[in-house]
């Protein structure tokens, strides 16, 4: 689950989001590649603007999206693992 700091876990990679460079103008979806609702709806810039001001529905999207991110790791691990 993220930590204090809003780790969200993507295909790209681990971004911090309360250390984004930038972030306040990246109104970009959290994982352009993600499934779930959060991803698509919130940008980078208002899940930042959360986590800075200490408000507790950031790390409720970042939850969201990291379990999504797991689920979808684990279910494409399994696949591979049946073909073989």
Same mark, same amino acid.
């Given at each position: 689950m993220?930590?204090? #700091? @809003?780790m969200l876990?993507t295909r790209? @990679?681990?971004?911090?989001?309360?250390?984004i460079? #930038?972030?306040? /103008? /990246?109104?970009s979806?959290l /994982? *352009?590649?993600?499934r779930?609702?959060? /991803?698509?709806v919130y940008?980078?810039a208002y899940v930042?603007?959360?986590f800075?001001? @200490?408000k507790?529905? @950031?790390?409720?999207?970042?939850s969201?999206h990291n $379990?999504?991110f797991? $689920? *979808?790791l684990?279910?494409?691990?399994?696949s591979? $693992?049946?073909k073989k």
């Amino acid at each position: 689950m993220p930590t204090r #700091n @809003g780790m969200l876990f993507t295909r790209k @990679g681990i971004i911090t989001i309360s250390k984004i460079k #930038n972030g306040i /103008d /990246d109104f970009s979806p959290l /994982d *352009e590649m993600g499934r779930a609702y959060v /991803d698509q709806v919130y940008s980078k810039a208002y899940v930042r603007r959360l986590f800075v001001s @200490g408000k507790y529905l @950031g790390k409720q999207i970042a939850s969201i999206h990291n $379990l999504a991110f797991y $689920l *979808e790791l684990v279910k494409t691990v399994r696949s591979h $693992l049946l073909k073989k």
